[in-house]
């Protein structure tokens, strides 16, 4: 019997390497040009942000529902965690909770209180020690412990999609439009919130980097820069992560997803940081 692993297509994970770890993705929603397509299971075109407004939506209860009642059959008993995007950020989380609120104790829900690799972190530690056959409660506690000391920044170009989608108030908006600043924001407590300000983009990565490498220390870390169709401004940034932390154990450059890369618009990056114990 093994714990089965549960999360949704936020946490950027990838169809081989979720698969490879044996991890279920419940797609999120993203609406173009009114049409409903699911996150990891649809083709979604690559301009998608250039085709009008686009809206995005959660997992509902019954789609939850679905994949925690096979995930359970195939654990032969041994249970199901959850691992999923900050309720702050998505209504996925309450639909989480309804969903595994008609199965009983067999389905324990994770709020990882983030997004990207800083839910994914969360669901690879709970897929590790799910394969080493380790109790649900085990599995449970060790996806709680990276999800807790793992760490988000972004910078966007604009913050008219997040405030568009209500994932930044308008106070914060302000000082990207009005006063033609350059914020980066963190993810703190599970929402995204105005950290620095800088004048410029070159600018503002710095900040970025510079945030990174505070949370980072001397400690061995893991690190993510995630992007929104800007690979070069990426990897400039992993480039200068390297230069400033001493003990980096996996670097990646992953592309947003489409629901979150509707949300961030285009020329987003954002850093993950992950301490190693």
């Not at 600018?203 to 400690?219: E, F, I, P, S, T």
């Not at 480039?239 to 509707?262: K, Q, W, Y």
Request: glycine share 12%.
């Amino acid at each position: 019997m093994t714990v089965a692993v549960v999360t949704d297509s936020s946490a950027c994970l990838g169809v081989e390497l979720a698969h490879g770890a044996g991890i279920t993705v419940a797609p999120l929603h993203v609406f173009v040009d009114g049409i409903d397509l699911r996150e990891g299971l649809d083709p979604i075109p690559e301009n998608f942000a250039a085709h009008g407004p686009v809206t995005t939506a959660g997992a509902s209860p019954g789609e939850l529902a679905g994949l925690y009642r096979d995930a359970l059959e195939r654990s032969d008993g041994a249970g199901v965690v959850a691992v999923h995007i900050s309720r702050g950020l998505s209504s996925t989380w309450e639909a989480a909770r309804q969903a595994a609120a008609g199965l009983g104790e067999r389905v324990r829900v994770i709020d990882s209180a983030s997004a990207g690799m800083g839910l994914g972190y969360a669901v690879l530690a709970a897929a590790r020690a799910a394969a080493r056959g380790e109790s649900i409660d085990s599995v449970y506690d060790d996806a709680v412990a990276v999800a807790h000391r793992s760490r988000s920044f972004i910078v966007v170009d604009r913050l008219d999609h997040l405030r568009r989608g209500g994932r930044i108030g308008a106070a914060a908006a302000l000082v990207g439009t009005a006063l033609a600043m350059k914020p980066v924001l963190h993810v703190s407590e599970g929402k995204l919130v105005l950290g620095e300000k800088a004048r410029t983009s070159t600018k503002a990565l710095g900040k970025l980097v510079d945030a990174a490498h505070r949370v980072a220390g001397q400690g061995r870390v893991a690190l993510t820069v995630h992007h929104m169709q800007c690979p070069e401004r990426a990897d400039a940034v992993a480039t200068l992560l390297t230069r400033r932390i001493p003990e980096v154990s996996d670097l990646s450059v992953v592309p947003f997803g489409a629901v979150l890369g509707a949300h961030v618009g285009p020329g987003a990056v954002g850093v993950v940081v992950c301490p190693e114990r």
